[in-house]
């Protein structure tokens, strides 16, 4: 579950236009959509400049005013001739909510368009505080039953229109929270968790109720070692420290390979060298959201893990193998180098909290934390591959377009189609890191969730969605969708993207069989995997911001495979054809946003 962190912008993205050029900044192959270094800083900061003075010219389409200040954050460069240039805001120097936008300009570096998230002037009412940041501090304290820290006065322009607030962050033993107070009213304006749950609050509720005890079946540590990572250097090496080809006996995938990193000789540590150094750690039970406080792991064998949770560390082995293969994902399919394509670690730590039964991508730390399950309702950690997968494109969306719930309850359960939209982008994508590992102990699937001992055998399903009765998942939009929580609704564009790459009707797919249906019975041929991953991942990087909803992801899509294949190719025909098929078509589209 995206448990969203709000931003502090302004500080940020200060590289942006460092003389040492973007951290992030990318190229794009016009065909298969991947993405690789950008060949010069000097290029990616003309490019920010060109797009900045676009934004100003052309203020009545882009929304920049007085007093607004754009602070690049990522740059695309496609060869066929698009620049993409995604900015955060400022006004009058304090941070933009919801005031992110992307410039799209050509090859001349001409101005071509622009894909904003707040569709009014950011300008708040008032520029004068009537709270004082205490005040809202202390507000901030009992909304979210914790310890606040300091409070910045932010402009929220979310919902519809702008006001000057103060962002905090309440923090108590096992959690976080970012509230933002109406710096004029004193009225909370947001209050939401800044991890990342897989599992949801309305989730763990229904498990309850019908009293499910998920007891997962793990491997026994024997499947073979060449579905695991290739290794690189050698044990005994002459110089410390080096990369080593380990083993890992996991609890979920069989043994498998790892690289680990030989720190003398007959010594180890769990620990990537050849993926920028990304590393697993024991939480020791802590409830920490420091990486740096994990304990390191290390033996003297190179061999992780036992396949049981007997050892502690076969956990740590799933773990790292998921987070590794979701990495290879994300370099080899697009060229992305790391979870926010800036060539630095993942990190995790297992064992993370008492008695946790989740697991969570952790904004704070930017590294994956790992529960060992209550002992009760769940009773293994949940460090299987597709959830790893998952929590980890979740990171990806926070780096990009940053999709936002638009409310959250009581509880903590979410809704809102920006939100249900990043469920389902962290399910598409959690299911082709499966189909990328081909890990005969996890069949490759467009499932979510299958290895988690539910009753009905999977946790959510891209071809038929409302097969899912646990989160009540829909198939297609209604004008309802609105109010539908994240996990349900992400059936709606997660089934959109099932039916563009195997299309409508009944298939079977290593031996899962499939029969997805379609709005009013529309028949759709889909065009592939790869290709339908290919159009989602361009339009995630250069065509969605932090409020994009389902038709303008229909939008952004459409425009990734124009740029791919062409505006009258049968992938764009299809991209089309694929959202008339849940019910999200030019002709329905909401006249206004709630």
Same mark, same amino acid.
């Given at each position: 579950?995206?448990?969203?962190h709000?931003?502090?912008v302004?500080?940020?993205?200060?590289?942006?236009?460092?003389?040492?050029?973007?951290?992030?900044?990318a190229?794009?192959?016009?065909?298969?959509?991947?993405?690789r270094?950008?060949? $010069?800083?000097t290029?990616?900061?003309l490019?920010?400049e060109?797009?900045?003075?676009?934004?100003?010219?052309?203020?009545?389409?882009?929304?920049?005013?007085?007093?607004?200040?754009?602070?690049?954050?990522?740059?695309?460069?496609?060869?066929?001739?698009?620049?993409?240039?995604?900015?955060?805001r400022?006004?009058?120097?304090?941070p933009?909510?919801?005031g992110?936008?992307?410039?799209?300009?050509?090859r001349?570096?001409?101005?071509?368009?622009?894909?904003?998230?707040?569709?009014?002037?950011?300008?708040?009412?008032?520029?004068?505080?009537?709270?004082?940041a205490?005040?809202a501090?202390?507000?901030?304290?009992?909304?979210?039953?914790?310890?606040?820290?300091?409070?910045?006065?932010?402009?929220?322009?979310?919902?519809?229109?702008s006001?000057?607030?103060?962002?905090?962050?309440?923090?108590?033993?096992?959690?976080?929270?970012?509230?933002?107070?109406?710096?004029?009213?004193?009225?909370?304006?947001?209050?939401?968790?800044t991890?990342?749950?897989?599992?949801?609050?309305?989730?763990?509720?229904?498990l309850?109720?019908r009293g499910?005890?998920?007891?997962p079946?793990?491997?026994?540590?024997?499947?073979?070692?060449?579905?695991?990572?290739?290794?690189?250097?050698?044990?005994?090496?002459?110089?410390?420290?080096?990369?080593a080809?380990?083993?890992?006996k996991?609890?979920?995938?069989?043994?498998?390979?790892?690289?680990?990193?030989?720190?003398?000789?007959?010594?180890?540590?769990?620990?990537?060298?050849?993926?920028?150094?990304?590393?697993?750690?024991?939480?020791?039970?802590?409830?920490?959201?420091?990486?740096?406080?994990?304990?390191k792991l290390?033996?003297?064998?190179?061999?992780?893990?036992?396949?049981?949770?007997?050892?502690?560390?076969?956990?740590?082995?799933?773990?790292?193998?998921?987070?590794t293969?979701?990495?290879?994902?994300?370099?080899?399919?697009?060229?992305?180098?790391?979870?926010?394509?800036?060539?630095?670690?993942?990190?995790a730590m297992?064992?993370?909290?008492?008695?946790?039964?989740?697991?969570?991508?952790?904004?704070?730390?930017?590294?994956?934390?790992?529960?060992?399950?209550?002992?009760?309702?769940f009773?293994?950690?949940?460090?299987?591959?597709?959830?790893?997968?998952?929590?980890?494109?979740?990171?990806v969306?926070?780096?990009?377009?940053?999709?936002?719930?638009?409310?959250?309850?009581?509880?903590?359960?979410?809704?809102?189609?920006?939100g249900s939209l990043?469920?389902?982008?962290?399910?598409?994508?959690g299911?082709?890191?499966?189909?990328?590992?081909?890990?005969?102990k996890?069949?490759?699937?467009?499932?979510?969730?299958?290895?988690l001992?539910?009753?009905?055998?999977?946790?959510?399903?891209?071809?038929?969605?409302?097969?899912?009765?646990?989160?009540?998942?829909?198939?297609?939009?209604?004008?309802d969708?609105?109010?539908?929580?994240?996990?349900?609704?992400?059936?709606?564009? $997660?089934?959109?993207?099932?039916l563009?790459?195997?299309?409508?009707?009944?298939?079977t797919?290593?031996?899962?069989?499939?029969?997805?249906?379609?709005?009013?019975?529309?028949?759709?041929k889909g065009?592939?995997?790869?290709?339908?991953?290919?159009?989602y991942?361009?339009?995630?990087?250069?065509?969605?911001?932090s409020?994009?909803?389902?038709?303008?992801?229909?939008?952004?899509?459409?425009?990734a495979?124009?740029?791919?294949?062409?505006?009258? $190719?049968?992938?764009?025909?299809?991209?089309?054809?694929?959202?008339?098929?849940?019910?999200?078509t030019?002709?329905?589209?909401?006249?206004?946003?709630?």
């Amino acid at each position: 579950m995206r448990r969203p962190h709000i931003r502090t912008v302004a500080v940020a993205v200060a590289v942006a236009t460092a003389a040492t050029g973007l951290a992030g900044t990318a190229f794009a192959g016009p065909s298969t959509g991947v993405e690789r270094s950008a060949a $010069s800083a000097t290029n990616a900061t003309l490019v920010v400049e060109a797009a900045r003075t676009a934004a100003f010219a052309h203020a009545s389409a882009t929304g920049v005013s007085k007093g607004d200040a754009l602070h690049a954050q990522d740059v695309l460069i496609d060869p066929e001739g698009a620049r993409h240039v995604r900015f955060v805001r400022t006004h009058n120097d304090l941070p933009v909510l919801g005031g992110d936008l992307i410039v799209h300009l050509d090859r001349g570096l001409g101005y071509t368009g622009v894909t904003r998230a707040a569709d009014h002037a950011v300008k708040p009412a008032t520029a004068k505080a009537q709270l004082t940041a205490d005040q809202a501090a202390a507000k901030a304290a009992k909304a979210a039953k914790g310890d606040a820290g300091s409070a910045q006065l932010v402009v929220d322009a979310r919902d519809g229109a702008s006001a000057l607030a103060y962002q905090v962050t309440v923090t108590d033993q096992d959690n976080s929270r970012t509230v933002v107070v109406d710096a004029v009213t004193g009225k909370v304006r947001s209050n939401t968790p800044t991890r990342d749950e897989f599992l949801s609050p309305k989730l763990l509720d229904a498990l309850r109720e019908r009293g499910e005890n998920l007891d997962p079946a793990t491997g026994a540590g024997s499947a073979s070692g060449a579905s695991g990572l290739v290794g690189s250097g050698a044990t005994g090496a002459a110089a410390y420290p080096s990369a080593a080809k380990g083993t890992g006996k996991t609890l979920f995938v069989g043994t498998v390979g790892l690289t680990t990193t030989q720190t003398s000789r007959g010594h180890y540590q769990l620990k990537d060298p050849n993926r920028y150094g990304t590393e697993t750690r024991d939480a020791k039970g802590s409830y920490t959201e420091k990486f740096s406080a994990g304990t390191k792991l290390t033996n003297t064998t190179n061999v992780w893990g036992n396949g049981k949770t007997t050892s502690r560390v076969s956990a740590a082995a799933d773990a790292q193998y998921g987070i590794t293969k979701t990495l290879d994902f994300y370099k080899s399919t697009f060229k992305r180098k790391g979870i926010a394509n800036n060539s630095k670690p993942a990190q995790a730590m297992v064992h993370w909290g008492k008695k946790v039964a989740n697991a969570f991508w952790d904004p704070t730390c930017n590294c994956m934390l790992y529960g060992d399950g209550d002992g009760d309702m769940f009773k293994k950690p949940l460090v299987v591959l597709d959830v790893t997968g998952h929590e980890l494109t979740h990171g990806v969306v926070e780096a990009t377009a940053n999709l936002q719930p638009t409310f959250v309850d009581s509880d903590g359960n979410q809704y809102g189609e920006p939100g249900s939209l990043n469920e389902s982008l962290a399910d598409i994508f959690g299911s082709n890191v499966e189909f990328y590992a081909k890990n005969t102990k996890d069949t490759p699937d467009y499932l979510i969730g299958e290895k988690l001992g539910l009753s009905q055998k999977f946790l959510r399903r891209l071809d038929h969605p409302s097969l899912d009765k646990l989160e009540g998942t829909i198939d297609y939009w209604s004008s309802d969708t609105y109010y539908t929580e994240v996990h349900a609704g992400s059936g709606v564009s $997660s089934h959109a993207y099932y039916l563009l790459a195997e299309g409508s009707g009944k298939k079977t797919i290593n031996g899962v069989n499939y029969n997805s249906p379609t709005y009013h019975n529309i028949a759709v041929k889909g065009i592939g995997r790869t290709k339908a991953t290919a159009i989602y991942y361009r339009a995630l990087t250069r065509y969605m911001v932090s409020t994009t909803d389902f038709h303008q992801a229909r939008i952004a899509t459409l425009k990734a495979a124009k740029d791919l294949y062409g505006a009258n $190719s049968t992938e764009y025909k299809t991209v089309d054809k694929s959202w008339a098929a849940v019910n999200v078509t030019a002709a329905n589209t909401p006249s206004a946003k709630h």
